[in-house]
């Protein structure tokens, strides 16, 4: 019993040994799966690692091929018909212009007019007169006086053709008043029988004073 006691207590030893380890096993485990469990919680989301872009290479230029150039095509100069030279007319001789017509004028006094009829006119022209003569009232206010001087142009009818002033009285209203009565005074008095037939001119002068009866 003696020689078998050191044997049962070291097979008791390894035993308990044994089953020592076998518990440190078993209470080891679920602490290595809690701390498992934590660390996949504290784990952050997962990514996926990055994917690399497929690179697309630039499109390259595409060359166009030069527009051919038409080929220069060299023409020899054709030397040019020249026409024949035909000798210059000689110039026609000038003819001579036919003098222009002037405007018909009124005939002024000429040499073998009838003098004694033109003084007879003169003094009908002076008698008639009166049935035209107009003082301007403004003028007889004002006491404006004055000589009017014109020239009276008549046709081959013996009708009045123009009347045109020759010296002033310095007052136009005085001066108007003369050319208007004079003008009508010759369409109301008739030619002498030796000038009817031909134009000729009269010149007259008229004076207007205020003391003249209206």
Request: glycine share 6%.
């Amino acid at each position: 019993m003696r020689r078998l006691l050191p044997f049962l207590i070291g097979s008791f030893l390894i035993h308990a040994l044994i089953l020592w380890q076998a518990t440190g096993l078993l209470l080891s485990e679920p602490s290595a799966a809690r701390r498992s469990d934590l660390r996949a919680q504290l784990q952050g989301p997962v990514t996926a690692p990055p994917t690399e872009q497929p690179r697309t290479r630039p499109a390259e230029p595409i060359e166009t091929p030069p527009a051919r150039q038409p080929a220069e095509r060299s023409y020899a100069p054709v030397p040019a018909e020249r026409p024949p030279i035909e000798p210059a007319a000689e110039p026609a001789p000038a003819q001579a212009e036919p003098d222009a017509q002037p405007a018909p004028q009124v005939e002024p006094l000429r040499t073998g007019i009838d003098v004694a009829g033109l003084r007879e006119y003169h003094l009908a022209l002076g008698r008639k007169a009166g049935q035209f003569r107009r003082y301007p009232q403004a003028a007889r206010d004002a006491g404006w006086q004055g000589r009017v001087a014109m020239r009276l142009a008549i046709s081959e009818s013996g009708a009045p053709i123009s009347i045109k002033l020759l010296s002033s009285s310095e007052y136009p209203i005085i001066d108007q008043a003369a050319l208007e009565m004079m003008f009508l005074t010759a369409g109301h008095t008739a030619v002498p029988a030796s000038l009817r037939g031909r134009a000729f001119t009269i010149d007259l002068a008229v004076d207007f004073k205020p003391d003249d009866a209206p």
